[in-house]
């Protein structure tokens, strides 16, 4: 066969031509932290492998010399109280033979097994990323902080770490474990058929209690039951079934404490930091929130909460949380991306107490003295101007909303999933009502406060376990970013585009260029009705905060729906959540919700035209498709002209991609930020992908 094209390719061979050259390609693309840490790892695991090796090896021969000589040291006979490990051993050699040549194989691969074992359980331990991930994860953002416990972190801690991998270097490290735990099993299988007698003298005291033979066998099922349902073809088939099965590694690990007699003092960190956020998992788990807000458009249920107390719950955008039901099971958890920006826990809106809709403030009519007391409100959804004043609401029948929000696609398929056991019991607390539900309760002085704490069994109606760090929430270490959202996948998109529209714009906060990319299906439209909302309302709020001068010119917005699979045009039915009005606003809505949706059930233009069309600015006022700073394509994103245009575009050196969704669109927008990366442009894409 020919060898491929570009192996001769100066870049292919520039680590070996030019290692420096390569040390700063690596650097300014940011990827040098994650091939040294590879590189890191996979050396300590030979060195430890080959060492061990050795000296089992060295002990292995001298044992034969000294057997083949004669002077091998076997202790006195009268001398058993101070019988030394070497001459027991030795006498084991004279009696039974010696050991054959897979056993320094096997000791080699168990010592490999001790590192393995003891690192895999750092990358999912969620206090350590938490902290690691509050200072950075690029050293882009650390090099000029004022902070010196920042700058001291970021040298060699998270300057050198790449935590956005964190589940790709567990994968990495439940490799090795399996393939040493293969190598250690066979090779003393050989070692016990060449060496049988040695093997069960030499052997039967490791472990604790002599327990060897039979740990080793439950650690082996253990790894039996785990690694078959750890693919993500069975995490995303079956939840239930990977949630279980990974946690046989209880077992696992308590066994290998038996089984290795120096395995603790390996372990003793790592297993310190794990039960310490299990312990802290319960704690947090306690701290009440109260349900406010629930909506249901099939298949994403939507869960608005609020903790008691705020100070409980301080959390970034792109963060994710474990949401939890005490009725459906007390000890289980599920992951889910926040979809609210961290200021709707400050500056909710204000809410009708009787039925949770959002309220607006009613003006001072004409004929109302200025001395006169007035303070109205009516729903968002009803024109004032319709209604009576004894109608409108009083200000003791209002109370501001402020939130946390979830979106859960809901496995409808599956009476028995979490998902639909959440949707169900939620319905029972509201019954005979149609979503969405509204929750309220009485405090002890008899008034009506917003949230609902405890279910009929007297236990929270939900527990919240988080927040938690995650890629996303390193958006706003950039000043052009790219947010890229696919299916569900949307909520951390969702809690960033909160952000930037609707807060952090008015604050003059970073980023001040954002290019948005949903990709959705046309069969799933009707499921993000909620997004729909949200986007037609974040819309709304930066025109108006732009007419108003509040946001400045250099923020930019471009917002691009890709909507795949469009064949036959769609049937526009009316949605299914009413529209906010704005009768006597300062600024009118540029577009509906019910405009937006109309586009996006039946897309008009071809996602092969987007790059054209945005390069051009007359064809951007003209194109049919847009709707404000919003562009609805049918098809798929061509990803290369998307990057190529953003680069040729750009103002920042520094371009964040924050992705949530599919694996095989990550895969796209990885090898995309390498291909339009190069320091020699000035022009660094830096991915940060979302893992569960």
Sequence with gaps: GQLPANFCSRSSWLWILEPRSYYQKLRDEDELSTVFWVSAYVVANVAIWFSTLAVWQRAQQDQIDGLKD??????????????????????????????????????????????????????????????????GTSFTGLEHSRNPFAQYLAAPVTRYVPLSRNVEFHKLIAAFVFF?????????????????????????????????????????????????????????ANYYVFFNNHHFFFLFFFMLLLHGPVFWAWSLLPLTLYVG???????????????????????????????????????????????????????????????????DLRTGELISLATGEPVVEVPRPAGVPHDAKWQKYCPASV???????????????????????VHIKVSLSNPNSWTRKLKDYIELLHP?????????????????????????????????????????????????VMVVGAGIGLTPCSSILSALLKFRWKKN?????????WILRQSDVDGFQWFIHKLTDLEYHLKNDREQH??????????????????????????????????????????????????????????KEASEI???????????????????WSGRPVWDKIFAQVKANRVDKNIGVCFCGAPVIGAALAENCRTFSNADEDCLFTLHKENF
């Design 277 to 343: 956020e299990r312990v802290m998992q319960i704690y947090r788990g306690k701290k009440p929130f109260k349900l406010v807000k629930v909506e249901w458009i099939k298949p994403v249920l939507a869960v608005y909460f609020r903790p008691v107390y705020k100070a409980d719950f301080q959390f970034k955008e792109g963060q994710y949380l474990y949401l939890g039901c005490p009725f459906i099971n007390p000890a289980e958890w599920h992951p889910f991306t926040i979809s609210s920006a961290a200021d």
């Design 180 to 236: 040493f735990a293969f190598l250690h099993t066979m090779a003393h299988f050989f070692n016990y058929y060449q060496a049988s007698q040695y093997t069960l003298a030499r052997f039967s005291k490791w472990g604790w209690g002599g327990t060897t033979f039979l740990t080793g066998g439950f650690i082996c099922w253990a790894m039996f039951q785990i690694y078959p349902a750890a693919t993500d073809f069975v995490k995303h």
């Design 70 to 135: 004669g002077d091998l040291d076997l202790c006195p006979d009268y001398d058993t109280d101070t019988l030394t490990k070497e001459c027991e051993d030795n006498r084991n050699v004279v009696q039974h033979g010696y050991l054959s040549r897979w056993g320094p194989i096997a000791k080699a691969s168990g010592n490999a097994l001790n590192l393995n074992c003891s690192l895999i359980l750092l990358p999912v331990v969620r206090m350590l990323l938490r902290r690691l991930n509050n200072v």
């Design 509 to 517: 906060f970073r980023p001040e260029i954002l290019h948005f990319y």
């Design 432 to 480: 005979g009502g149609s979503f969405p539900y509204y929750f309220t309760q009485r405090n002890e002085r008899g008034d009506v406060e917003v949230g609902r704490l405890l279910g009929p069994d007297g236990q929270q109606v939900i527990t919240v376990d988080g927040p938690h760090s995650a890629p996303s929430e390193h958006y706003n270490e950039y000043g052009t």
């Design 614 to 632: 945005l390069g051009d600015a007359q064809k951007v006022e003209q194109t049919p498709n847009r709707l404000q700073d919003v562009f609805v």
């Design 550 to 607: 509040q946001v400045g010119n250099h923020y930019y917005a471009e917002i691009n729906i890709f909507v795949t699979g469009a064949k036959e045009k769609r049937e526009v039915k009316p949605l299914k959540i009413g529209q906010k009005l704005y009768s006597d606003a300062l600024s009118q809505p540029s577009f509906t919700a019910d405009d937006l949706y109309a586009q996006m059930l039946n897309p008009a233009v071809s996602a």
């Design 383 to 405: 024109d004032y101007r319709k209604l009576r004043p004894e109608d409108m609401l009083e200000k003791h029948e209002v109370s501001y909303n402020d939130y946390v929000s």
